[in-house]
Nanobody
Framework: QVQLVESGGGSVQAGGSLRLSCTAS????????MGWFRQAPGKEREKVAS????????FYADSVKGRFTISQDNAKNTLYLEMNSLKPEDTAMYYC????????????????WGQGTQVTVSS
């Protein structure tokens, strides 16, 4: 079992920045991928950014490319999402997710989720 807890959300003016954190605990030894998702009221959940642990370039949604950066601190078991140049359309509940299983499928199928942290960007 893996537990994920997000923090760092809040309210910010357009053009501002926020840094989200996701701390993982429990049995994390078989974690293959981690990512950030967001969901706004009335809209479907979308993947914002993700990373395959151990190598490769991170994925970014076109809507956030060049503005958001995903990173990981292995020593702290923490995933980060640095968000710059925030726009009102970035307003959503942001979720941290992990793909943790004995054998990697070859792609990321997220089976562990955090409770979410709210990000609100005002114009």
């Amino acid at each position: 079992q893996v537990q994920l807890v997000e923090s760092g959300g809040g309210s910010v003016q357009a053009g501002g920045s926020l840094r989200l954190s996701c701390t993982a605990s429990g049995y994390t030894y078989n974690t293959n991928c981690m990512g950030w998702f967001r969901q706004a009221p009335g809209k479907e959940r979308e993947k914002v950014a993700s990373i395959i642990l151990g190598g490769g370039n991170p994925f970014y949604a076109d809507s956030v490319k060049g503005r958001f950066t995903i990173s990981q601190d292995n020593a702290k078991n923490t995933l980060y999402l640095e968000m710059n140049s925030l726009k009102p359309e970035d307003t959503a509940m942001y979720y941290c997710a992990a793909d943790s299983r004995q054998i990697w499928l070859g792609y990321c199928l997220y089976n562990y989720w955090g409770q979410g942290t709210q990000v609100t960007v005002s114009s």
